[in-house]
T-cell receptor, first 113, second 113 residues
Framework: AQSVTQLGSHVSVSEGALVLLRCNYSSSVPPYLFWYVQYPNQGLQLLLK??????LVKGINGFEAEFKKSETSFHLTKPSAHMSDAAEYFC???????????FGQGTRLTINP | KAGVTQTPRYLIKTRGQQVTLSCSPI?????VSWYQQTPGQGLQFLFEYFSETQRNKGNFPGRFSGRQFSNSRSEMNVSTLELGDSALYLCASSSTDTNTEAFFGQGTRLTVV
């Protein structure tokens, strides 16, 4: 079975500061990993994904994440926060060959001016 | 290419009634998954349909059901509504390629009163 733990249900950073959202996963097989963002009253938008190959993946809006197998982590980072980054972020895991996504509980990111 | 379309966007129903939600996937996508999002339980997988067959099912009571049509459009039905069924219901579509991600619709906000 797969599971995802996002450390910190709320993260607050100043505009221009580093954004770090933490995600740890558990999976019995090498997983596919995803980060999604959700704005109020909207669906989920894919930020980035890791399937195979390079462990540092770059996504939209300046976000990136690094897959660390030894730490079972897939933390999301952005060097400089922008006010428009305020949203809820979800880390998710999927087993290759299946479509079911298992999500973490989400992290609400607040950006202070 | 049009995205995933969910209708209606908002719905208010009374306890005991039943409801049907609709999802039109991205053109060419044959896999459709449904998720329930609530503040308490987060994002939970309901079921996945592929080529009109249910391929995977989450841990929800039998009151929750779905189907997929030959054009890949999907519907989910909830019978005998309970207050706890109030949630955002999200539909996601995927292609059959192994490494691709799920694309989400805007969701249907169901309120049970």
């Amino acid at each position: 079975a797969q599971s995802v733990t996002q450390l910190g249900s709320h993260v607050s950073v100043s505009e221009g500061a580093l954004v770090l959202l933490r995600c740890n996963y558990s999976s019995s097989v090498p997983p596919y990993l995803f980060w999604y963002v959700q704005y109020p009253n909207q669906g989920l938008q894919l930020l980035l994904k890791y399937t195979t190959g390079a462990t540092l993946v770059k996504g939209i809006n300046g976000f990136e994440a690094e897959f660390k197998k030894s730490e079972t982590s897939f933390h999301l980072t952005k060097p400089s926060a922008h006010m428009s980054d305020a949203a809820e972020y979800f880390c998710a895991v999927r087993v290759p060959g299946a479509q079911k996504l298992v999500f973490g509980q989400g992290t609400r990111l607040t950006i202070n001016p | 290419k049009a995205g995933v379309t969910q209708t209606p966007r908002y719905l208010i129903k009374t306890r005991g009634q039943q409801v049907t939600l609709s999802c039109s996937p991205i053109s060419g996508h044959r896999s459709v998954s449904w998720y329930q999002q609530t503040p308490g339980q987060g994002l939970q997988f309901l079921f996945e349909y592929f080529s009109e067959t249910q391929r995977n099912k989450g841990n929800f009571p039998g009151r929750f059901s779905g189907r997929q049509f030959s054009n890949s459009r999907s519907e989910m039905n909830v019978s005998t509504l309970e207050l706890g069924d109030s949630a955002l219901y999200l539909c996601a579509s995927s292609s059959t390629d192994t490494n691709t991600e799920a694309f989400f619709g805007q969701g249907t906000r169901l309120t049970v009163v």
